[in-house]
């Protein structure tokens, strides 16, 4: 091949090895497979111009801008790209761009199901979730980071007395079907019929975003493009005609700023004009590949009638996902050897692979149409940063940047416990007196017991922690909205890149702070299954915001100087078990050689305090709905276990101590004792398996079982602090405080967390997790234990 020519004859110019600062232009992405296809995606075509733009504070991985985005690569990966500096060597890229061919496409009758259908597509934060919640009057959550979108959402809308399904849809850059976003997005194209896609596009990097664009027009479909961000295009000085380019594309282009709501009122009537048209016999631009390729289209389509333009060319791409929908089609065998034929004569013809030659094409056509449409500002000097990005000097800065996210990391649990302490205080007072009113006004009896005792006792002891929650998903959801999440990915993949993971594990496992369901969720936006497998398995030990009860309460009672410190110190125990699980699984269970994987680095935004509480909100409410039903009946289980069976004339004490949960909790005694606990706290944790605050609901019915009722006002804290066993000792001290917390850190994720695995993973890993995480929990409490009584 001459590719391999060209090799030896000049020594190749890796991207991996030019210097910062240096521009250089992509000759060809070598290896092959699912990155090299995301490269080439992100614009790693023939020609492209690369800035190398910073090492990450650790030296890896490397910013680099393309198209006017700027993306992170390690140096591994960098090293995949041929570069060079000679202008020279691409005198032939002007042919590129050959325009569009039509196709005319037969009426539809959009209303044929019942509903109007309209997709939301476009690349990850372009804005298709504001646009939706703006839309759809819908309160999702938006994010300035890749992925955050790993479902699809579907709301309503009415225009002109009729009604639209409107529908989100995970960003993608393209439609290739490698990461599970395109799988999704294609699938649901595939599935669902709809009847116009909105196409949403960041106007202020139209290149990058067209790419996408140019698959749409493929499928023939009939698409709105909304040129969001309008604000920024016209604030940077650029100018777009939009007339010439909705000519060009042969579909609508309307402008847009979706988080103000401006012009999205002419975006949604372009949409439904667009549905309108398509009922009867429409034409459709499709991008022009050049005479050979568009002759293979023509005589390939026509064998399989069925399939859309853009499956045919799939299917010369040689695209597994294409060629599988030719299956029970007769002639199948013919058309897949037809199209093996062609493509071997397209490579032939231009020289290269397919994939870089389609890609090369798509990337012509929108610099073609560029060049005619978009006039940049003149006074804006080329190479420099965009404005979005100037804080990177201060938060990714090689000395800065670690210290930097870690005081931020400080300062968000910080904020959340001291701040958080306020609102806390006036809930625990207005149960207290709540639970008071009631037992005075309540006859005495089973209910009165079981409203007082379990129902306000449980529930009262986990609502207290929804302020802290509360503050902590609103810092996360800031986090998000302003980039910066990216950039702590940035940051430390070369850290989790130790541990065998990727930057964009760290976003999960943050959430995984605040509660493990929406982290393990949020996994979706890794694209390698091992990768998915590793991090969802090992996020519960991220100390998730359930587990706060009880080390607030332990820390507090147990310790006086230091408290903060021994509460990161549980914190850093669960990351460092995570760190070691991690490492352990990818050279055993879960061996893989690579991830791989661009990450964009987006422009800096300026989060929205309007965005940050309605997605605090949310998260508050879904706590709520876990309170309402798991806790409140695992309150009252608890509670029952402790209160049957009845004996006549035994003091408190006894009672619980003969009741079913004494029972069950002196049944596993022997298995804790090493650890430091007694039976009661056998019970606790128990009955955290439902969800870990009940931990510390527990103890309270527990613990107030045992006093006498002329002490209601003191707190669990004083009666954890005074509780002595039968001989006289201390129940709890620092240490077996500390080996309790411990536990409570790592041992079985609670029941959500499991339902959440299972959906990611299957049932085999939630009984892998349960087994791991409680032999791990066990482990650690009992050597920590064992030896520190020693000490
Ligand atoms: P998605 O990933 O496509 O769903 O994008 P989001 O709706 O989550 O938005 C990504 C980021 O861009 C958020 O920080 C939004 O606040 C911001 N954003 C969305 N639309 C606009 C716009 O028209 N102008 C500006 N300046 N920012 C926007
Ligand atoms: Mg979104």
Redesign the pocket.
């Known amino acids: 091949m001459s590719t391999d020519q060209h090799k030896k004859d000049n020594k190749e110019r890796l991207l991996d090895n030019e210097p910062v600062g240096m521009t250089v232009q992509v000759v060809r992405v070598m290896g092959d497979g699912a990155f090299r296809q995301r490269l080439l995606e992100m614009g790693f075509v023939r020609g492209a111009k690369v800035t190398v733009l910073k090492n990450a504070p650790l030296q890896d991985p490397v910013e680099y801008m393309i198209l006017g985005s700027h993306i992170s690569l390690r140096h591994s990966e960098a090293a995949q790209v041929e570069v060079t500096d000679k202008d020279a060597e691409f005198c032939d890229m002007e042919d590129a761009f050959n325009g569009i061919v039509e196709t005319t496409v037969a009426g539809v009758d959009p209303m044929a199901d019942n509903v109007l259908r309209v997709a939301l597509i476009?690349n990850?934060?372009?804005?298709?979730?504001?646009l939706f919640n703006n839309v759809t009057g819908a309160k999702e959550k938006?994010?300035?980071y890749g992925g955050?979108?790993v479902d699809s959402k579907e709301g309503w809308f009415s225009i002109g007395g009729r009604k639209v399904q409107l529908v989100d849809l995970p960003?993608t850059y393209s439609l290739t079907e490698y990461s599970p976003e395109e799988m999704y997005v294609r699938t649901y194209i595939r599935d669902n019929h709809p009847d116009a896609i909105l196409n949403?596009v960041d106007a202020g990097n139209l290149e990058r975003n067209l790419y996408l664009t140019t698959q749409i027009m493929d499928m023939n479909i009939p698409m709105v493009v909304a040129l969001?961000?309008?604000?920024?295009l016209e604030k940077s000085g650029d100018h777009l005609d939009i007339e010439m380019m909705s000519r060009l594309l042969g579909a609508r282009m309307v402008p847009?700023?979706?988080?103000n709501g401006h012009g999205v009122k002419e975006v949604l009537q372009a949409v439904m004009d667009a549905i309108d048209e398509s009922e009867h016999q429409t034409q459709h631009h499709n991008v022009n590949y050049g005479p050979l390729i568009e002759d293979c289209l023509n005589e390939l389509g026509a064998t399989c009638p069925d399939l859309d333009r853009y499956t045919v060319l799939k299917i010369i791409e040689n695209d597994q996902h294409a060629i599988d929908l030719l299956n029970g089609q007769d002639n199948a065998d013919e058309v897949k050897s037809h199209a093996a034929e062609m493509r071997q004569r397209i490579e032939r013809d231009y020289n290269d692979d397919i994939a870089s030659i389609i890609s090369d094409l798509k990337y012509g056509f929108v610099r073609g149409a560029l060049a005619e449409a978009l006039t940049p500002n003149p006074e804006r000097a080329t190479g420099d940063t965009k404005p979005g990005y100037s804080l990177d000097r201060l938060l990714t800065n090689r000395w800065l940047a670690l210290p930097i996210l870690l005081v931020l990391m400080w300062l968000m649990f910080e904020v959340t416990f001291t701040l958080g302490a306020y609102p806390q205080e006036w809930i625990e007072s207005g149960i207290a007196w709540f639970g008071e009113w009631i037992g005075n006004v309540m006859p005495e009896g089973i209910l009165k017991d079981l409203i007082v005792d379990g129902i306000i006792g449980g529930v009262g002891g986990v609502l207290v922690f929804l302020p802290q929650i509360l503050i902590l998903f609103f810092f996360i959801s800031l986090l998000e909205?302003s980039g910066y999440m990216a950039r702590a990915a940035f940051i430390v993949d070369r850290i989790m890149h130790r541990v065998g993971l990727h930057g964009k594990s760290f976003i999960p496992y943050l959430i995984g702070f605040g509660c493990g369901v929406p982290a393990i969720m949020a996994t979706r936006t890794l694209e390698n299954r091992r990768d998915r497998l590793v991090t969802i398995l090992t996020i519960p030990f991220m100390s998730c915001s359930a587990r706060l009860p009880a080390y607030l309460l332990l820390v507090a009672a147990f310790f006086t100087a230091n408290q903060g410190l021994i509460l990161m110190s549980i914190y850093l125990v669960g990351i460092l078990v995570a760190a070691i699980t991690a490492i352990v699984m990818s050279k055993t269970i879960l061996k893989h050689d690579k991830t791989q994987f661009v990450m964009e680095l987006p422009p800096y935004?300026k989060p929205?305090a309007r965005?940050a509480t309605i997605h605090m909100w949310s998260k508050g409410k879904q706590y709520l709905q876990k309170m309402a039903t798991i806790i409140l009946a695992a309150s009252i289980i608890v509670w029952a276990l402790g209160y049957f069976p009845r004996h006549d004339g035994q003091t408190p004490q006894e009672q619980i101590e003969n009741s079913y949960m004494g029972k069950m909790g002196k049944a596993i005694e022997p298995v804790v004792e090493p650890l430091g606990f007694n039976w009661q706290m056998g019970v606790s944790v128990l009955t955290g398996a439902a969800a870990k605050e009940i931990v510390v609901s527990t103890m309270g019915v527990l613990y107030t079982g045992e006093t006498d009722a002329d002490e209601e006002s003191t707190t669990l804290k004083e009666k954890l602090q005074t509780a002595t066993k039968p001989n006289g000792e201390h129940v709890f001290n620092p240490l077996v405080a500390y080996s309790f917390m411990l536990f409570i850190l790592l041992y079985f994720p609670c029941i959500a967390a499991l339902a959440a695995i299972k959906r990611e993973a299957g049932w085999k890993w939630v009984a892998f997790e349960v087994i791991y995480t409680t032999g791990v929990a066990w482990l650690v409490s009992f050597i920590f234990y064992q030896i520190a009584t020693r000490l």
């Open positions: 476009g990850p934060n372009c804005g298709k979730t504001s938006v994010g300035n955050v979108t960003g949403i969001n961000m309008w604000d920024e847009m700023t979706a988080h909205d935004r929205t965005n």
